[in-house]
Nanobody, 120 residues
């Protein structure tokens, strides 16, 4: 059983910053990747940023490049998302994502979500 606990969401004015954290715990076989997705009302869930285990490879959606930074503390199995210069269109529920490699399969795990509201 894998648990993902997110924190750091909230209300921020346009141009402001937030830092999201996600700590993974439980019985984890091997982590291939960790990252963040988001889902706004009426829209599909979309990838925000992903970091691959054991490398410096990261993947960002175009709209957040240069504003968001993903990082990871491997010792703590924790992933962070530093969000700067937030825009109203960044408002969404942000979900932590962990991709586990287990029994020759990639298994996705999701956090419960944390709300990010960007409004003046």
């Amino acid at each position: 059983q894998v648990q993902l606990v997110e924190s750091g969401g909230g209300l921020v004015q346009p141009g402001g910053s937030l830092r999201l954290s996600c700590a993974a715990s439980g019985s984890i076989s091997s982590i291939r990747a960790m990252g963040w997705y988001r889902q706004a009302p009426g829209k599909e869930r979309e990838l925000v940023a992903l970091i691959i285990t054991g490398s410096s490879n990261t993947n960002y959606r175009d709209s957040v490049k240069g504003r968001f930074t993903i990082s990871r503390d491997n010792a703590k199995n924790t992933v962070y998302l530093q969000m700067n210069n937030l825009k109203p269109e960044d408002a969404a529920v942000y979900y932590c994502y962990l991709e586990e490699w287990y029994n020759s399969n990639y298994i996705p795990h999701w956090g419960q979500g944390t709300q990010v509201t960007v409004s003046s």
